[in-house]
């Protein structure tokens, strides 16, 4: 009996803690997406992130807990989409990443073969695993890389897709909490979360892709959030549409996480889809040369020149200045990435801006959603 009971709390020594909670502020936005209109009658999306014995408790209408979590995303994001939420499309996509508890350390988390997405955004890619799983390393990374690129075509900042990440591996004979927390936002609070990729690939595979697919934002558009240190540097050559290559040098940070929300521009999202199609459009006319297209100042392209018009300034933190170089190619005060038009560019200008506002708000415990508030203003 006494060996019995040994192997029991053994057992149970290796069952894998509870860590639902650590990517907190992204399970209150899909919250705040289900509740207006509820159609699976899911209790809380965190149920989405338990095992499925006790997922079983909260599922609603799903009958799979395996495909909880996919159907809370899809719900969501369906209601996000409605509303013209780009930061609940974001969150959405993001929670959907997010690693599964199982019931053990080092088991990953079943597949969800019951469920069809209505959105196929949520198809692209598999959920982080725990990371003591096999093939956990590849799996995360791969998932990291493509959601960036779902997120970037939404026009949101592709290197949130960092924050959908997991803890590192704990010891498959260790405490079952290993190096993870179960606290609101902890993996971020406490510096626990592991880059599954870093700036520089995520910024490849961006790329890479944007030279076979349309988005709101252009082939190295997309810069890190302020207040993380750059310190690598990556140069490419990005064929588009144009006959001619063009190599571009971007500065590839690494990331420092901070207790923000996401920075994606919620005031973007009501003309995604139109935007993707003016852009396709755009990027099939126009060679890479100098020659304005339609959308840019027919005026001298004059360095000097603040397209930023906005003057709205929280915290004392203004909208970098957006200018036209002598090549006709928009740029960012600040960002060594290129834009491809105006709207992009003023669009970075206010995101950086809402960034770095909100780092101030955190640090002097305010209120953040003045800052979205005033990002919103900037992209009127």
Do not use: W
Request: glycine fraction near 6%.
């Amino acid at each position: 009996m006494k060996g019995l009971l040994h192997l029991l709390v053994a057992s149970l020594a290796r069952r894998e803690s509870p860590q639902e909670h650590s990517h907190h502020r992204y399970i209150v936005k899909v919250k705040q997406m289900l509740d207006l209109n509820n159609t699976i009658g899911v209790a809380d999306p965190v149920f989405g992130l338990l095992t499925n014995d006790v997922a079983s408790t909260g599922m609603g209408l799903i009958t799979d807990p395996n495909c909880l979590q996919l159907a809370i995303a899809d719900s969501a994001f369906s209601n996000s989409k409605r509303n013209n939420d780009l930061e609940g499309l974001v969150a959405s996509l993001i929670y959907r990443a997010l690693e599964r508890n199982t019931a053990a350390v080092g088991l990953a988390s079943e597949p969800c073969k019951s469920y069809v997405p209505v959105n196929k955004e949520l198809e692209t890619f598999k959920q982080h695993q725990d990371p003591a799983a096999p093939g956990a390393q590849a799996n995360n990374k791969a998932t990291v890389l493509e959601l960036a690129r779902q997120i970037m075509l939404l026009g949101g900042e592709p290197t949130d897709a960092l924050y959908s990440g997991t803890f590192t591996a704990a010891d498959l004979n260790g405490p079952a909490a290993g190096n993870s927390c179960n606290s609101n936002d902890c993996i971020f609070e406490n510096n626990l979360l592991i880059r599954d990729a870093s700036m520089a690939e995520i910024y490849d595979y961006v790329g890479n892709c944007m030279e076979t697919v349309t988005s709101t934002v252009g082939i190295n558009g997309s810069t890190p959030p302020t207040g993380i240190n750059t310190v690598q540097t990556v140069t490419r050559t990005v064929t588009g549409t144009a006959t001619q290559a063009r190599t571009v040098t971007t500065s590839v940070p690494n990331p420092t996480f901070s207790s923000v929300s996401s920075s994606a521009r919620a005031s973007q999202s009501s003309s995604a889809s139109s935007a993707t199609q003016q852009q396709q459009s755009s990027q099939q006319q126009q060679p890479t040369t100098s020659t304005p297209t339609a959308s840019q100042p027919q005026a001298t392209q004059d360095s000097s020149t603040n397209y930023q018009k906005f003057t709205g300034q929280l915290f004392g933190i203004g909208a970098p200045a957006v200018t036209l170089d002598s090549s006709g190619i928009y740029r960012v005060d600040g960002v060594s990435a290129p834009f491809p038009d105006l709207k992009t560019a003023i669009g970075r200008s206010c995101s950086i801006q809402k960034n770095a506002c909100a780092n101030a708000a955190n640090q002097q415990k305010q209120d953040v959603s003045q800052c979205d508030a005033q990002e919103r203003q900037c992209n009127a």
